[in-house]
């Protein structure tokens, strides 16, 4: 076990904990809250107006609500989630005497051999 009483062994993380505090309640305090919410036109779809935002439509004049593109951001996260199935896919995978047999193998086929509860 790590021996923390040496000089700074807590001090340090409590002062780095305290000093966040300090700033995010100074932050909090000094901000003004006295303006009226903004909100959206009523007859504007936000939903809709999220995929022009997505794919970066909004300079084509078909989004009602201007906003920034975020076509960066989507296909980063695109790529990341096609990275993790292809990554859990890789994983479920299993080596018997040297071939890669499916993860569920046998659970849900009898390998196409006679007999068993087949009509």
Not at 18 to 24: C, H, P, Q, S
Not at 76 to 97: F, N, P, Q, T, W
Request: charged share 15%.
């Amino acid at each position: 076990m790590s021996d923390d009483s040496g000089p700074g062994g807590r001090l340090v993380p409590a002062a780095a904990v305290g000093l966040l505090f300090v700033t995010l309640a100074l932050t909090a305090l000094s901000a003004d809250f006295t303006g009226g919410a903004a909100g959206f036109p009523a007859d504007a779809s936000v939903v809709h107006n999220i995929g022009y935002a997505l794919f970066n439509l909004g300079e084509y004049d078909v989004a009602t609500i201007p906003s920034e593109g975020f076509l960066a951001a989507f296909l980063i996260a695109a790529v990341a989630l096609d990275v993790a199935v292809d990554g859990a896919v890789y994983l479920a995978k299993r080596e018997e005497g040297g071939s890669i047999i499916a993860a569920v193998g046998q659970a849900f086929t009898d390998g196409g051999r006679d007999g068993g509860d087949r009509p």
